[in-house]
């Protein structure tokens, strides 16, 4: 499966691709499973659109869909003894079972619900995988989003079910989550779940985790072919093996009893003697004592990682020595990667329990447990170190220690004073079942949240008896997405992707790295193991699915394969201690200086360079030639201006080694450094393909001025350019109409963008003419581009309030009602409003809420002017046609500022001026004086798209099947329908143009706060050439954009394939042969 929302099924063996079937799916999809016994005819798939689909291979057909989950839905597992069942796993926190043999009907009530962790963990968790065990089908394995595995008994369970509320439920309702906190009926405690019917496994140091910019979650679990062990990705963290047979418990601060046992004899243990040192029980093997020395010689050049599998080999072929063990815990110490304290207490464990007389191990256990912040563990150890070896206890390293601990011992004393002094204002409980857990905040950009604070007994109680991990695997990075995956190859290896774009191989006795083989241009998230040959198939970002298997072996070097593995494994280790915005820096090839750093930042920074000093990162030393290379030196500019906004100038480019002819689209971000604004615009950029969305193709960030520029090609026209060539014939009593054909092209394909956007969950917030681009004569030549990003939001967890994101989104001629009227939430319909906005105005050449009048200033969404705008249009809002209209905040303004006086009334009765009163307006009307009947396709939509109530407005998918794209003409790819194009391309502009400008422009960006987009700072160079602002009719220009969130940019577009076979639009099978 795949973002394009296809399923491909091949024969690997042949490289052929056996069939593509249209799954139906409107977002990405993550899963994909064939029915056991089904003779590979019956593929169930579940996606980002909540739902779950069944597929007949032979008939191409869907033959169950269910939409019984309200989030996204992450995996589906099937049981090799159930070829009628299956499981979802989704980020509503539930679990379903599915059996085909029974009827399945969706509702608000959920009746085959088999695990429901809402009930345990508050209203925020979040299932990320599930798996079913090979060898007893019985026991399922689920991750979520938090440290902990949990090995579920089927036997034990039975499906119940679960009611949701009607809002949470609609389709596209924001604040549904959030409601789910004041209902008490969610934190019931589940009744079909004895409290044996579930086991749970965690690394030993992860209950107490807290991190600043990382929260954990599971990202994919694998049983091995024998069905004894548990694999775990463990996102933000590193991979684990449970062993679910022989478990064990998390290590604590209890030295084995032997160390109290009895002296042993001077030539066979300990003996201290002045300056003598510990002595082995038995002397090593030659071959073990040759890799103990040259570990400890790797060790001291400090090659860390090198030394630790030099260890990890010596104790695999002797797992009874205690100085391997000790030695490689002091080297655990000295990397500190995520872990590496947890692994050195237990390799001090097991040296204690081989050797009790091992004071260094003990000592070493004591350092740990202060290091992991255990300090009551560390003290009672510590007290039990100095009985057992008093001769050591005036030493400089163990009063210096001694110190440490006991001043932290007393510094949480004191912190416990003050927070048992201020806990009078502890929120109270719903339920005496439920406590409540303190969590940090997390003040991740990107990062999703943690569950609630709400976690129930029984959730405590399971927790509290988790078990621990028998094998860490570790040297990838897995914190972008939250898919990736790690599987066992065979039974002798251990494989995952990384963020770099990697996949590592594991050996599975020693835990060393194996292999490293680059996989995809950006993340490998999928690899799968052929059940029965050696054959692996990886995927990530890239659209293509890559197979491996063995090559002879004739001496030649794979050319995917990573040398300097030691080096790669560090760069991810740095990588996953970076906050998220130095992380999108450095997948730009760019790294911040020290001295630039805040202080929140330094401490991430810090272990960035105990190890590899003030170098860059291995990636960027591996793109260095490439990522330093200067704008100036690869392209041609100078003199080419053709844009010149409030922050930034946009330049017409080609390169200079002629490579090619194609013209590019450079934008310069005026002043240094890079707003939050534009890192989410880039980061979204990066992240969405589509043939209809603009396409950042590359980022240059000048490390002598700080400068930042962004590359895409270069549009020659956009739709404000387009209207304003129909208007000002039209104002010439010359009428030249935008073209029907090219006017339901350029609709079709803007509808086709923004449903990629809506379906992959971002509201673009900021739809308008000026920011959608038409490509010019070249290999796009008439393709709509969708651009200008920087408002652009996420919205798969719920939007905070306006006031505190956003106070005015959408520039105001644009702006859906709602968000006039102060709308606190807001879903997709804002995006469908905007499209009806730009329909109307290409129909008729004018804009048709055009407002003359506007206050730039003010960051209060309600505006007057703009909604009479509207109201002389469409007609007053009645509450049967608005329901909601008396839950918007700004109702009772309105109702004072539009209610109409007696004196008015009787104006009208008296004169007849109609024209004074809503009731006489209506869209029909408006559209008449512009002679668009109403019985034609073309108004009927636009009536769909220009409803008051957001709830009644129709979708982007719903539109793209309305039959006005079903009558002739057909909209074409080509918006311009190889006819020759009209349109005068753009301009450049002088500096005289634009230096006397800048510094008005300059100075009323500063005035506004909001870094509104204001394009009567651009003056008459602005009106000539458009590429960031609008400009209205007669030269008026119209109301901007405005947010406290940061600058508004421009972007022109990357050449892109359409992602569906034979150039068909996303979700419409209707225009194959034309489109």
Not at 357 to 363: E, G, I, L, R
Not at 588 to 617: F, H, Q, V, W
Not at 963 to 992: N, Q
Request: glycine share 6%.
């Amino acid at each position: 499966g795949s973002d394009d929302c296809q399923i491909i099924l091949w024969n690997p063996f042949s490289r052929r691709k056996i069939k593509t079937i249209q799954s139906g799916h409107q977002g990405n999809i993550f899963s994909v499973k064939f029915l056991p016994f089904s003779n590979n005819s019956t593929v169930v798939s579940g996606a980002a659109d909540y739902k779950i689909r069944v597929h007949d291979v032979n008939l191409s057909e869907t033959t169950m869909a269910c939409s019984c989950h309200t989030n996204r839905v992450k995996r589906l597992a099937v049981a090799p003894n159930q070829p009628s069942m299956f499981w979802s796993a989704a980020e509503d926190g539930l679990i379903l079972q599915f059996d085909l043999r029974q009827p399945h009907s969706c509702s608000n009530i959920c009746n085959n619900v088999l695990i429901n962790l809402l009930s345990l963990m508050g209203p925020n968790p979040e299932v990320k995988c599930l798996a079913v065990n090979p060898i007893r089908p019985e026991l399922l394995a689920v991750g979520a989003n938090d440290a902990y595995v949990r090995l579920y008994d089927r036997r034990m369970l039975s499906p119940t079910s679960y009611k949701r509320r009607q809002d949470s439920y609609a389709e596209g309702y924001l604040d549904g989550e959030n409601r789910r906190e004041n209902d008490d009926e969610y934190y019931l405690p589940p009744s079909n779940m004895p409290s044996n019917c579930v086991e749970y496994f965690v690394a030993g140091h992860l209950p107490n985790y807290k991190k600043k910019f990382r929260n954990l979650a599971c990202t994919y679990l694998a049983f091995s072919p024998q069905g004894n062990e548990l694999l775990a990705n463990l996102g933000g963290e590193q991979i684990y093996l449970f062993d679910i047979l022989r478990k064990s418990r998390p290590k604590t601060f209890r030295v084995p009893s032997t160390c109290f046992g009895e002296e042993h004899s001077n030539h066979n243990g300990y003996h201290m003697n002045g300056t003598a040192k510990y002595q082995f029980k038995s002397q090593l093997p030659v071959y073990l004592d040759a890799l103990r020395q040259e570990a400890n010689d790797v060790f001291a050049k400090g090659q860390h990682t090198a030394a630790i599998e030099l260890y990890n080999e010596a104790i695999s072929l002797c797992p009874n020595t205690a100085v391997l063990y000790g030695n490689r815990a002091a080297i655990f110490m000295k990397r500190g990667w995520d872990g590496d304290l947890y692994c050195a207490l237990r390799d001090c464990h097991k040296a204690l329990e081989i050797d009790s007389d091992f004071f260094k191990a003990h000592f070493r256990l004591v350092r740990c447990l202060y290091e992991l912040r255990r300090n009551t563990e560390a003290y009672e150890c510590f007290k039990v170190f100095k009985e057992k070896f008093p001769e050591h206890v005036k030493t400089q390293a163990c009063i210096a220690l001694d110190r440490d601990i006991n001043k932290a011992i007393s510094a949480k004393t004191d912190q416990k004073q003050h927070d048992c002094s201020c806990s009078t204002t502890k929120s109270k409980v719903r339920d005496p079942n439920i406590d409540i857990e303190e969590l940090d905040s997390n003040s991740s950009l990107f990062a999703r949240s943690e569950p609630g604070a709400f976690i129930s007994n029984q959730e405590r109680e399971w927790r509290s008896s988790a078990y621990d991990f028998s094998e860490r695997f570790c040297g990838h990075c897995n914190t972008t997405t939250d898919i990736k995956e790690a599987n066992f190859f065979g039974s002798n290896y251990i494989i995952a992707g990384s963020d770099d774009g990697t996949f590592f191989t594991w050996d599975r006795k020693t835990t060393n790295i194996a292999r490293i083989l680059k996989g995809d241009s950006s993340i490998v998230n999928c690899l799968q193991p052929h059940p029965s040959c050696c054959f692996l198939a990886t995927s990530g970002i890239e659209s293509v699915v890559r197979l491996w298997s063995p090559r002879p072996e004739d001496g030649r070097r794979e050319s995917r394969e990573v040398i300097d593995v030691e080096d790669q494994a560090q760069s991810n280790q740095h990588r996953m201690n970076m906050n998220p915005l130095q992380t999108m820096l450095m997948n730009m090839g760019y790294r911040i200086p020290y001295d630039e750093e805040n202080d929140s930042d330094r401490e991430a920074n810090r272990a960035l360079r105990s190890t590899a000093g003030d170098t860059m990162d291995y990636e960027y030393k591996q793109k260095l030639s490439m990522e330093r290379a200067k704008v100036e030196d690869l392209f041609e500019y100078e003199g080419c201006k053709v844009g010149r906004g409030t922050y930034g100038h946009v330049y017409k480019a080609r390169r200079k080694d002629g490579s090619d002819s194609r013209d590019y689209a450079l934008k310069q971000i005026e002043g240094t450094g890079i707003s939050m604004s534009a890192c989410r615009e880039i980061a979204l950029l990066r992240e969405l393909k589509h043939q209809n969305v603009i396409n950042l193709q590359r980022v240059f960030l000048s490390h002598n001025d700080r400068r930042v520029w962004l590359l895409f090609d270069f549009a020659e026209h956009d739709l404000w350019h387009i209207i304003k060539y129909h208007r000002a014939a039209k104002a010439n009593k010359k009428p030249v109409m935008v073209p029907k054909g090219m006017i339901k092209s350029l609709l079709y394909q803007i509808l086709d963008g923004i449903h990629y956007l809506h379906s992959n969950w971002v509201l673009h917030r900021d739809l308008k003419p000026a920011n959608i681009l038409v490509m010019g004569e070249g290999p796009e030549r008439g393709r709509v581009k969708i651009a200008d990003m920087g408002f652009a939001r996420l919205f798969n967890s719920p939007l905070k309030p306006l006031a505190d994101l956003d106070p005015v989104v959408v520039t105001f001629w644009y702006r859906a009602p709602e968000l006039l009227l102060g709308a606190r939430h807001y879903t997709k319909a804002i995006d469908i409003w905007a499209i009806g906005c730009i329909f109307a105005e290409l129909l008729t050449s004018e804009p048709i809420f055009h407002c003359r009048q506007e206050d730039i200033k003010t960051s209060n969404p309600y505006h007057h002017d703009q909604l009479d705008r509207i109201f002389n249009v469409m007609g007053f809002p009645l509450e049967k046609e608005w329901e909601d209209i008396k839950k918007m905040p700004e109702h009772q303004t309105l109702q004072r500022d539009f209610k109409r006086s007696k004196l008015r009334k009787l104006c009208e009765k008296l004169f007849y001026l109609l024209f004074l009163s809503y009731s006489s307006a209506s869209l029909i009307k408006y559209m008449e004086k512009h002679k668009i009947k109403p019985d034609t396709k073309a108004f009927l939509l636009l009536q769909k798209l220009l409803l008051m109530d957001p709830a009644r407005r129709i979708t982007s998918e719903v539109a793209m099947q309305d039959p006005y794209f079903h009558e002739e003409p057909l909209p074409t790819v080509d918006v311009f329908a190889s006819y020759p194009i009209p349109y005068p391309k753009r301009e450049f502009l002088t500096d005289d143009e634009n230096d006397d400008k800048a510094d008005t422009t300059k100075a009323n960006a500063n005035q506004n706060n909001n870094h509104g987009q204001n394009d009567n700072n651009h003056g008459q160079s602005a009106k000539r050439v458009r590429l960031g602002g609008l400009v209205g009719p007669g030269g008026v220009p119209p109301p901007v954009t405005t947010s406290n969130s940061g600058n508004t940019s421009h972007g022109l577009q990357t050449s892109l394939q359409f992602a569906n076979n034979g150039g068909k639009p996303a979700g419409n099978n209707a225009f194959q042969q034309r489109y």
